[in-house]
């Protein structure tokens, strides 16, 4: 079954206002990556954080990790129009497959 | 030079034909994917194959036939092609073991009309 829920499903914000995503999962995790999709293009990975980490950061991007709770926020900083894309959190369990299994997505509109 | 490649990008055709999708990347890795993404934007593993060997298979029906003639490249083959059938097909790639990202060609979206 589905590993990761998404919330919000969709979230709108006005430039340079911060957006924060959150996703949840099921099991015990090797890893969880965030992907950016852009409208009708595939998917770009953005981030990977450890499940022996609990905080990330790349740029404007901050992934928190919390396996107790089995949770993940993503938090985009000073947010731009060409941040506007969909946001998928995927889990991974590790092993010689390295299978991710994805959440249900944030659709984030950044309005300019 | 692009890092995964599927073509054709758009698949337009009829229920009952069959189609192949082909995929190709030049990354080096040991392990490629099959995703479908649904109208929703849920997406799903289909297919994951290591060194051309079938690793997974989550239960996508027999009329899907992915083939991978060596590591770099692992198309699908679909038959008797249903309305259902129409999504988005993502292919990926990533190396086995290194619990590492993966990288995603840009998609096939496919029509059954």
């Known amino acids: 079954s589905q590993q990761g829920e998404e919330d919000p499903q969709a979230l709108s914000i006005q430039e340079g206002e911060n957006a924060t995503m959150n996703c949840s999962y099921k099991t015990s995790i090797n890893n969880l990556q965030w992907y950016r999709q852009n409208s009708g293009r595939g998917l770009v990975h953005l981030i990977l954080?450890?499940?022996?980490?609990r905080e990330k950061h790349s740029g404007r991007l901050r992934v928190t990790l919390d396996t107790s709770k089995k949770s993940s926020s993503l938090l985009i900083t000073a947010s731009r129009a060409a941040d506007t894309a969909s946001y998928f959190c995927?889990?991974?369990?590790?092993?010689?497959?390295?299978?991710?299994?994805f959440g249900t997505g944030t659709l984030l509109a950044v309005q300019p | 030079d692009t890092a995964v490649s599927q073509t054709p990008k758009y698949l337009v055709t009829q229920m009952g034909n069959d189609k192949s999708i082909k995929c190709e990347q030049n990354l080096g890795h040991d392990t490629m994917y099959w995703y479908k993404q649904d109208s929703k934007k849920f997406l799903k593993i289909m297919f994951s194959?290591?060194?051309?060997?079938?690793?997974i298979n989550e239960t996508v029906p027999n009329r899907f036939s992915p083939k991978s003639p060596d590591k770099a490249h692992l198309n699908l083959h679909i038959n008797s092609l249903e309305l259902g059938d129409s999504a988005v097909y993502f292919c990926a790639s990533s190396q086995a073991y290194m619990n590492t990202e993966a990288f995603f060609g840009q998609g096939t979206r496919l029509t059954v009309v």
């Open positions: 954080i450890r499940s022996n980490e």
């Open positions: 995927a889990t991974s369990l590790g092993g010689a497959t390295n299978k991710l299994i």
């Open positions: 194959y290591n060194n051309k060997e079938l690793i």
